[in-house]
């Protein structure tokens, strides 16, 4: 069976696509080290830029700055899509030190490893090299793709979520750029978390020697 040109296309983009893998990967950028974020999101807003993109930071004071890239399509009437991703690792000041980024052999394939590979810098490059082989092909067939890089989703998105809500209502279709499963498979939904504040007010006491005394406590 002929391969479809577009994947002829990403295979001989690879080379190109794992050394910015490695360029953002060699970067610490836990949630709390704004400057490294800050670093990846510089990195990509160029890249993006040179696509053909606009883009503009979401200024942060205590972490990174948020990156919006949108790409305007050939489709006035088309479909207006969001791609989500964030640029943040749950790894410490360090951790690329101890474990730079690898290219290693497992089975007859190319294996890359790394802090923040998977978690989620390879998937923010997928959907950026994706979309830019849609515009050289000609093929941006849709009113606008935008894409938002966030900061802080390791730690539940909570200086993002206003941003991520505000663009995503003006969106047809979503898509978190997260891995997906080793089957292959896109991932449509998923246990999320939760946090809650209960406050009561009352009267303490002994719950094994004067319950009765207790109220509401």
């Known amino acids: 069976m002929q391969k479809h040109y577009l994947v002829e296309r990403a295979e001989q983009i690879m080379e190109p696509y794992l050394a910015d893998l490695k360029a953002i990967v060699n970067i610490d950028s836990g949630t ?7 670093h990846v999101g510089a990195y990509l807003q160029e ?17 990174g700055n948020h990156l919006v890239a949108t790409h305007q399509g050939s489709r006035p009437d088309g479909a207006r899509i969001l791609l989500i991703g964030h ?11 101890r474990r730079p980024f690898s290219i290693s052999e497992q089975d007859g394939v190319r294996v ?12 923010v490059l ?22 938002i890089l966030n900061s802080d989703e390791e730690i539940g998105s909570p200086v993002s979520k206003p941003l991520i809500q505000e663009l995503g209502q003006q969106a047809d279709a979503v898509i978190v750029l997260e891995p997906g499963r080793l089957i292959n498979q896109v991932v449509s939904s998923r246990r999320s978390s939760g946090l ?20 509401n406590a």
């Open 47 to 63: 890249r993006f830029s040179d696509s053909g993109f606009s883009t503009y930071f979401d200024a942060q004071k205590e972490y």
């Open 32 to 38: 709390y080290n704004k400057a490294g974020v800050d």
């Open 112 to 123: 890359a490893k790394g802090p923040g590979v998977l978690d989620m810098k390879s998937g």
């Open 196 to 215: 809650y504040r209960v406050e009561v007010r009352g009267r303490s006491a002994h719950a094994g020697v004067e319950p009765q005394k207790g109220i």
């Open 87 to 97: 640029m943040d690792t749950v790894f410490p000041d360090g951790e690329v030190g």
């Open 126 to 147: 997928i959907g950026m090299y994706g979309v830019q082989q849609l515009i050289e092909a000609q093929e941006a067939n849709y009113k606008s793709v935008t894409f």
